[in-house]
């Protein structure tokens, strides 16, 4: 069933207004008609709905039932991500927004090779939060991740070092120690950042910086991965750990 988010302003006692292009994909493509059920994501929470309106470019919508979903893992992670060249950016919004990522924060380091000037970069950023809306809306979450403004490497590390104690985090390297393998640590973390380095990776000094707020600086292996698929991978493996990404065996009787 398809699924689209709204602002709770959107909200008139248990109708929902849903404008734009929303409104238009529901009719021009999907043909959605009045009766039709489709799932509405507003304030954190889905409904299963029912369509009452379809104008040019207004559906007007009734929240019939809330939805105990499992869309959102119980583990928040805040992806701070270097910047990369191309599409790669584009690639680890979408699909770490169906990795159950909580927010995304492009960050700029000492051997970034990417370099944007403010209208690119607020241009950028609207449209990396809209592949994280239409991510979110095919993956059926309930929350669309935040994906923020461009910041510098202090920034991060101030933003960081605010974390509580009882939050973990990662920096993946590709020169951190062979025996520092994912993941040796037991209790698990109410919230986990994670800090990927850019096509260029990151200088001593940079790593130095976050082991000493308590980072731990991790290796993701024997071989060196890019930048936009070591973001996955630790997205997987923190998720595998301590979220909601695990194997379920499947019991065959005869």
Known sequence: MIKVFVETGSLMQDEVEIVGADARHLRLVLRKVVGDSILVGIGGATYRS??????????????????????????KTRLYQGLAKGDKFDLVVQKATELGVTEITPFTSQYTVVQLEQKKQERRQLRWQKIAHEAAKQCKRDKIPKVNAIIDFSTMVTQLQAMDSQDMILMPYEQASDECHFCPFSKAPREVGLIIGPEGGFHPGEVERVREIGGQVISLGSRILRTETAALVALTLVQYQWGDLAFQEERVTT
Not at 53 to 70: E, N, T, Y
């Open 50 to 75: 029912t369509i009452l309106s379809v104008l040019d470019d207004v559906v007007i919508a009734r929240l019939d039932l809330l939805i105990a979903s499992k869309g959102e893992s119980p583990l």
